[in-house]
């Protein structure tokens, strides 16, 4: 039996793409790009999709921004002061219009942007969204005292992952991996560090100063509007927004001399787990080392992979299998994880993804899987872009790395031009043994 | 433009269809039933069977038979394609099929570009009509869902284990007692061929509800039906659930545990679910008291903005899982529903007064209800908010399919009409009818219950500190009542139990084992 519901409704909400997969560009919206003068950079994708408007701050400062010591987690800890208000819309006004709005809004922190979105229904309210995001971006007020208040939340927000060993895997891995750049910590943060917040109301201020500006920020906004009543909007709220023009300079990395190897022992039984990592390349959507990385790693690791199917499916001696290569603006970890269903497994698998790294040394990888992975590549992104947010969320990512929207049809022009032969030169440029991290967990008896 | 004879006899047709369809529904529960979306020109298609059985179906001594089956169905072999066969063809698509199992209801999605339709659906039917039921698959799954409750929920997951631990309590002796993924020694007792058995008791087109949305082509859903036709021509009887019982007084299970962190859920039976009248009115009540994840919640306000206690504090008047970013999740439907306070994991030092500290809210709710203005402003805040519920394909779906579960034709539509019709003095009957802070089932994840124990049943003052010495004075003078805010608990209703004895077998593990 079919029951129709009908068709008028059914179109409400969700987007038409305009252009087929097999157009050479990936992102099939097409966006307008605007900047004021104090460098705040405005993005705009107006869509077809009938009343939804996602709002997204994106400050390219996170994690790697805190340089210096005792400051691990602050990106992290000032997105939490940002919900704090200003003079004009203290906190309550700013929670009290945000919740008759009905709006889908929060921040989070990554290691290399924090991001703000307010995603809510109905153009007539667009002006005033930008009127309270500006006001707080560019007048935000606290006081120590509520600097302290809201300290503890951090502690209780990593107290929320305090039993999940994959948290801790990374913490391990990252702090062995790493000995200068500040990608060494967690965007979380050392818990000495976040148990020190309470103290640092002077830095956060300066904090606030150098990274919260509007040269260090893009605001992107996609869905339901016109291009330009939003920028007449922008022009008139976000225009007395200082400019910070500070410079940040992250800790180089020196290169890693010999291998590195760090175990946890978890109190309490646990599948273990195991991460083996090595020292990548940053985001480039020029170079190709990091889209045929990212290629290798699908091809290798994928749940169509001859080594996920051994381990995985046939063995059964894996949970769960993948690389994780993500895109970082400084150079980054290339992470291959697994959660083991036995301890005594864990020297195994280890054994068996270095020999599937030193085989795509010696051997190039076939056509046929690279042709499957550039495909998967383009049906997980067409997947993605379904919905206003999904566009807003996706392009946030990409356009924190280089400001520029453009990049993801040029990091997919990139992936196609990927070839066997590239693959295998980058397995032997950076799978070096020397260049390796490998992290272990495993757990206790019942307590 | 005229219509010719054609379209008009086309246009009967459909009409007629539709007509035999809603009225077959009605007559006949021994058929499919669909949920088409057709939306022309979207480049993608989603795909959802929505299976009307759960974990409450499990039978006796078989508790976890349901997600077994179910997932050896997502995560398995076909008749003519293995399991690697099955994750090879579908990467190139980036395809999938995810499975969700709960009480009484069951769904399989997959998402999929319409390139790739004819391939992937091709695949997904089998899947789900033809299964292979290997046993490399079933001994792979079956050891996954024992790490799962010997391991990862006892050990990984502490917030999770208390919203367990919770419905251990609520629903001791009842079909719905057990988590979805069984028990170590109920799972261990499953053989496959129970598993195949299950799957052709409970995998037919009476139970059955086929979704279809995005730009198929217009003769794709009749081929899925015919397609699913083939299922035995049966369905298996709503459950006949019995009474839900009422906690005696506060009634506390303290799993114990070495942490830093306590975790903490409570919450009692309530009668209504979506279907009654009273639920919208219930429904405001809950988003003042704790909206998930939003500044709007009471006790968000009260222990994490005012005294930084913790990540955030929840309530909820009916089951609820999070689905795309903070919105809820479709498709876990229940008969009898329960209303539930989330405490994420706070210093273990905090527990008793946060304890105090939410209980006493509740009985202030139940006592004082809510204000004209907090009534006007949470009513706006839904009336708005539910805007953005359905956006993907998947939720569009799950919201229709679960409007229909509860009799509506189009929930978040009436939503829209019934809210501006209620008034204060709805909800705040709607608190006292269905409410109450004396008999509320409380789990805790801690470390040293005992401890924890004697200071709840002695009723011992639990003062906090704070690292801002100048808290603001009515937070602290507020503190000064909380933390002599007296508990009337019996010893009796109290048990310190073992994290590692939990969920070994069906109910709740005795209190000293040992």
């Known amino acids: ?447 | 433009m005229r219509k010719t004879m054609n379209q008009w006899l086309s246009e009967i047709l459909v009409l007629v269809m539709i007509f035999m369809s809603v009225s077959c529904k009605k007559e006949n529960p021994n058929n499919l039933t669909s949920e088409l979306l057709p939306l022309e020109g979207n480049p993608l298609v989603q795909l959802k069977i929505l299976l009307k059985v759960g974990s409450a179906n499990d039978p006796s001594g078989k508790e976890g038979l349901a997600q077994l089956t179910f997932s050896l169905l997502a995560n398995g072999g076909t008749k003519t394609m293995t399991y690697k066969d099955i994750a090879k063809a579908f990467y190139p698509m980036a395809a999938s099929v995810s499975v969700q199992v709960d009480k009484e209801m069951s769904a399989f999605s997959g998402t999929i570009h319409r390139d790739n339709l004819g391939k992937y659906y091709a695949i997904f039917k089998e899947m789900l009509l033809n299964p292979g039921f290997r046993e490399d698959d079933f001994n792979r799954l079956k050891t996954d869902q024992l790490n799962f409750l010997e391991k990862t929920l006892i050990n990984n997951m502490d917030e999770q284990f208390g919203k367990e631990i919770l419905s251990l309590m609520l629903y001791n002796g009842h079909p719905y007692h057990h988590t979805p993924a069984g028990t170590v020694e109920t799972v261990n007792n499953i053989t496959l061929g129970e598993v195949k058995a299950f799957y052709k008791d409970q995998v037919v087109q009476g139970n059955i509800t086929i979704g279809l949305a995005g730009g198929y082509p217009a003769d794709f859903p009749a081929k899925v039906m015919a397609d699913f036709s083939a299922l035995p021509q049966t369905f298996t009887p709503r459950l006949s659930l019995p009474a839900q019982s009422m906690p005696q007084g506060l009634q506390f299970i303290i799993a114990d545990k070495q942490t830093p962190a306590t975790a903490i859920s409570m919450g009692f039976p309530v009668s209504i679910n979506r279907s009654s009248d009273d639920f919208f009115a219930l429904w405001i009540a809950g988003a003042h008291f704790g909206e998930h994840r939003q500044h709007v919640s009471l006790l968000f306000q009260k222990i994490r903005e005012e005294r930084g206690q913790n990540y955030g504090d929840y309530a909820y008047i009916e089951h609820f899982i999070q689905g795309r970013d903070k919105f809820p999740a479709t498709n876990y439907c229940r008969q009898q529903q329960y209303f539930s306070i989330w405490i994420r994991p706070l210093a273990n030092s905090n527990r008793h007064f946060v304890i105090r500290q939410a209980l006493r809210e509740l009985r202030k709710l139940v006592d004082e209800g809510i204000s004209e203005e907090r009534f006007e402003l949470v009513r706006t805040y839904l009336l708005n908010y539910t805007k953005l519920y359905a956006q993907t394909l998947d939720e569009r779906l799950g919201w229709q399919m679960d409007s229909h579960y509860f009799g509506y034709k189009d929930f978040l539509a009436e939503v829209q009409l019934r809210l501006p019709k209620l008034g204060r003095e709805d909800v705040n009957r709607a608190i006292k009818k269905y409410l109450n802070f004396d008999n509320v089932y409380i789990a805790v994840i801690t470390q040293d219950g005992g401890s924890l124990k004697k200071a709840l049943v002695e009723n011992a003052p639990s003062p906090i500190t704070y690292t801002n010495p100048n808290m603001d004075k009515a937070v602290l003078e507020e503190d000064q009542v909380i933390q002599n805010y007296p508990l009337q608990i019996n010893p009796e209703n109290m048990k310190v139990i073992p994290a590692a004895e939990f969920f070994k077998k069906p109910g709740i593990p005795a209190e000293n084992p040992y």
């Not at chain 1, 490998?438 to 757990?443: D, I, K, P």
Request: hydrophobic residues 35%; charged residues 25%; aromatic residues 12%.
């Open chain 1, 1 to 447: 039996m079919l029951k129709l519901i009908p068709i008028a409704l059914s179109l409400l909400l969700l987007l038409a793409v305009p252009h087929p997969l097999q157009s050479s560009d990936v992102f099939p919206y097409s966006y307008k790009i605007e900047e004021l003068e104090n460098g705040l950079k405005i993005i705009s994708i107006p869509l077809p999709n009938p009343s939804i408007i996602s709002y997204y701050t994106i400050v390219r400062s996170g994690s790697r921004n805190e340089v210096e010591p005792g400051k691990s987690g602050f990106a992290h800890f000032f997105e939490h002061i940002m919900f704090k208000g200003t003079k004009k819309v203290p906190r309550a006004a700013y929670d009290d219009f945000l919740t008759r709005l009905g709006a889908g809004t929060n921040g989070f922190t990554t290691d290399d942007y924090t991001c703000y979105f307010v995603v809510f229904a109905g153009r007539e309210n667009l002006e005033k969204v930008v009127e309270t995001e500006s006001d707080r971006f560019i007048n935000l007020y606290y006081d120590e005292e509520m600097l302290k208040t809201e300290a503890p939340v951090i502690e209780g927000e990593y107290y929320a992952s305090v039993s999940n060993p994959g948290r801790k895997l990374a913490e391990i891995l990252r702090d062995t991996a790493f000995e200068k750049h500040s990608y060494k910590h967690t965007t979380l943060g050392y818990l000495k560090d976040i148990l020190d917040m309470p103290n640092q109301f002077e830095y956060s201020q300066l904090y606030k100063k150098r990274f919260y500006a509007p040269d260090n920020s893009i605001l992107l906004v996609a869905g339901d509007f016109d291009h330009n009543q939003l920028m007449e909007f922008v022009r008139k709220y976000y225009s007395p927004w200082e400019r910070s023009n500070y410079t940040l300079v992250t800790p180089e990395e020196p290169a890693q001399a010999e291998a590195k190897r760090v175990h946890y022992q978890w109190p309490s039984p646990t599948l273990p787990r195991l991460a083996v990592a090595f020292h990548g390349p940053a985001y480039s959507d020029e170079n190709s080392d990091k889209p045929a990385l990212d290629l290798l790693a699908k091809i290798a690791f994928s749940p169509s992979s001859s080594l996920y199917q051994k381990l995985v499916i046939e063995e059964q001696k894996c949970l769960t299998l993948y690389a994780s290569f993500d895109d970082k603006r400084d150079p980054s970890l290339l992470t291959f994880t697994s959660i083991i269903k036995k301890d005594e497994d864990l020297p195994y698998v280890e054994e068996e993804i270095f020999k599937e790294l030193e085989r795509l040394k010696t051997e190039p990888v076939p056509a046929e899987p690279l042709a499957e992975v550039k495909s998967n590549l383009k049906y997980s992104l067409a997947d993605e872009l379904g919905t206003t947010d999904g566009v807003a969320g996706a392009l946030a990512f990409y356009i924190n790395l280089t400001g520029d929207p453009g990049t993801l049809n040029k990091l997919y022009g990139l992936y196609e031009k990927v070839t066997p032969a590239d693959i295998q030169a980058m397995a032997k440029k950076y799978f070096v043994k020397s260049s390796s991290t490998v992290a272990t967990l495993s757990g206790g008896k019942a307590q």
